[in-house]
C-alpha cells in the first residue's frame, strides 16, 4: 500500500517496488492459473499454485528487511489460513470466495486500529529509519492535523478492503467459475489505483504539509 506514505515534497518517488508488487501480486498469479488451466490442471490446484507468486514475495521482504512486521504477519496468516479452509472444504467458489472474507478482516482490523495509534501510521513507523522515523514520532505527537490525516486514511482504505470483500464474495458466487480470478483481480487493482490515487493527493496537499510542519514547529517552541 505505497499510498500510505505521506512524503515530504523534496523526495524523490520510484515506481520499481510497486511495480514488482504488481507483477507478483496480479500478472504472475493471473498467468499462472489461467496458464495451468489451458494445460488442464484442475481448478483446485491452479488456484493453489497462483498463491505462490504473492506468498514468494512476502517471505522474500521478510528476509530481506530481517524482521517480520505487523502487516507482514498478518498478510502471512491470511494466507496459510485461507490454504487450510480451502484444503478442508474442497469447494471451487469457496477457494475465490476466501480471498475477499480475508481482505474483509484486514479491513476489519483497519478499522480496530482508529482508537489508538491507526495502522498506517503504526506501519509506517515500521518501515521509516533514521531521520525518517524520528519525524513521524514528531509530527504524531505535536500535529493533530497528521494525526487525522492517519486517521482518515486508515479509515478510507479499512472501508475500501471491506468494499472489496463484499464484492468478491458475490462475484465468487454468480461469475463463471473460470472467469472469477480474473474478474476479482481486476475489480481489487480498479480499487486499489483509486485508494492509492486519493491517499497520495490527499496526505500530499501542499497546504495540510505547511500545517503539519508550523504546529509541529509551534510545538517544538513552547517547550
Known sequence: MTGMRIANKHEGLSNGPLLQSLALNVAAPLAVFYGLRAAGVGLWWAVLASAVPPTAEALLTVARERRVGMLGVLVLSMVALGAVLSLVTGSPR???????????????????????????????????????????????????????????????????????SVVRVVLAYTLPIDSVMLVTTLQYVALFVALEIFSRRYGRKPARTAVIHNEVAAAATAI
Open 94 to 164: 469457496f477457494m475465490f470466495a476466501k480471498d475477499g472474507w480475508m481482505t474483509g478482516i484486514v479491513g476489519l482490523v483497519f478499522l480496530a486500529t482508529l482508537r489508538g495509534q491507526p495502522i498506517i501510521y503504526r506501519v509506517l513507523s515500521s518501515v521509516a529509519k533514521g531521520d525518517k522515523r524520528a519525524e513521524l514520532e514528531r509530527n504524531w505527537q505535536a500535529s493533530p492535523t497528521f494525526r487525522h490525516v492517519m486517521r482518515l486514511l486508515t479509515a478510507v482504505w479499512g472501508m475500501g478492503l471491506l468494499l472489496d
